[in-house]
């Protein structure tokens, strides 16, 4: 805002004639904004918005700032500064916010894969050797606690107890059994 030595009274004057439709006292008063704008204008980097942009922004934030000013409540100088940098900060999130939310259109595109007979024939090949592997692999106690866990859905420690095995016993015959059950490459 300029330094010049402006009243309160004078700018609570300007601002009531403002209100009330006086182009002149609105010029006034953006006159004393024009350079609190440009310095705080200069401090922003917004994506697809130029300085005169911002100095819009600024210029539409003060005049909106005049219109929601209740006279005589506050000092008009401190809540018109307060609206503009508000504003450009509003201004700010609402840029990154939207960034956040852009979708990639190769997402978009991409196309949902049909199962075809192969697949499921190989889906069900490999469910048939795992089984295979399950009973020619795991003593009963294991067969017991996975079947129970993966299958059934049930908690480690209700397997355990119909099991007659303590659960910290159940946890390490279940790991054995998973250890067992995974491919050479990838065993522990």
Known sequence: MNKDNTS????EALVESAKAGDTESMELILEKFKYFIMKHGK??????HDFE???QHGFLSAIRAVQLYRLGSNNFITYCNNSI???FKALLKGHIKHYREVQDEGILSIQVYDFT???EVIAHEETQR?????KEKLSIDEKHIITGVYLQGRTLKEVAATCNIN???AVEIK????NKLRPPAYRK
């Open 117 to 119: 007979l192969e697949d």
């Open 8 to 11: 309160k009274a004078t700018i």
């Open 85 to 87: 940098i508000n504003n």
């Open 130 to 134: 795992l089984l295979k592997d399950v």
């Open 175 to 178: 790991r054995q059994a998973l």
């Open 53 to 55: 942009d911002l100095i």
């Open 167 to 169: 659960y910290r016993r």
């Open 43 to 48: 401090k922003y980097i917004i994506p697809s």
